[in-house]
T-cell receptor, first 112, second 113 residues
Framework: EAGVAQSPRYKIIEKRQSVAFWCNPI?????LYWYQQILGQGPKLLIQ????????DSQLPKDRFSAERLKGVDSTLKIQPAKLEDSAVYLC??????????FGPGTRLTVL | GENVEQHPSTLSVQEGDSAVIKCTYS??????FPWYKQELGKRPQLIID?????GEKKDQRIAVTLNKTAKHFSLHITETQPEDSAVYFC????????????FGKGTHLIIQP
């Protein structure tokens, strides 16, 4: 069974630029999560999708972050414009409804 | 919202000894408690989890205990080996894990040869 795929793996941008991350969950997993992991901290949930609907986006900074999950499979997370404090690893995870969350390898974002 | 506290932040043990990492949570509605291991530059990987209808769960050298009254759960690793060196995160969720996870800040476990 293929794992959660993410791209790109690394991204370096200047502040105020835009960036987008892509995630492909494990086949058959209806639930998809995006987490932000700042260096030295645990992952923090940004948004949760159930199929293509948003379940929880209470911690998503909606003035600059947006996410979508078209057709209930792949998802993209966008930051526009980026700030220095957005430097982090962005992890995508997927699960069946109440089962284990499996994480992708993450995208390491550096904002200069 | 949920808040998860994790201690210690760093733990150094001799190879072969046991390691214990402790977490507390604030939301009494939380009922799913996984533990993840994250090696440097890699993705978090689930090592064990426990649900609130169980007080203890064991998988070979790893065990987790849960005290719902005290809102406290712990990870126990026995007979530690060099490959156990990593950062360990506890987490909590309600709705049996259907919700997103709230993570602790992590424990850097160092196994001394």
């Amino acid at each position: 069974e293929a794992g959660v795929a993410q791209s790109p793996r690394y991204k370096i941008i200047e502040k105020r630029q835009s960036v987008a991350f892509w995630c492909n969950p494990i086949s058959g997993h209806a639930t998809l999560y995006w987490y932000q992991q700042i260096l030295g901290q645990g992952p923090k949930l940004l948004i949760q999708f159930q199929n293509n609907g948003v379940v929880d986006d209470s911690q998503l900074p909606k003035d600059r972050f947006s996410a979508e999950r078209l057709k209930g499979v792949d998802s993209t997370l966008k930051i526009q414009p980026a700030k220095l404090e957005d430097s982090a690893v962005y992890l995508c995870a997927s699960s069946r409804y109440t089962d284990t969350q499996y994480f992708g390898p993450g995208t390491r974002l550096t904002v200069l | 919202g949920e808040n998860v506290e994790q201690h210690p932040s760093t733990l150094s043990v001799q190879e072969g000894d046991s390691a214990v990492i402790k977490c507390t949570y604030s939301d009494s509605a939380s009922n799913y408690f996984p533990w993840y291991k994250q090696e440097l530059g890699k993705r978090p990987q689930l090592i064990i989890d426990i649900r609130s209808n169980v007080g203890e769960k064991k998988d070979q050298r790893i065990a987790v205990t849960l005290n719902k009254t005290a809102k406290h759960f712990s990870l126990h690793i026995t007979e530690t080996q060099p490959e156990d060196s990593a950062v360990y995160f506890c987490a909590a969720s309600n709705r049996g894990g259907a919700d997103g996870l709230t993570f602790g800040k992590g424990t850097h476990l160092i196994i001394q040869p």
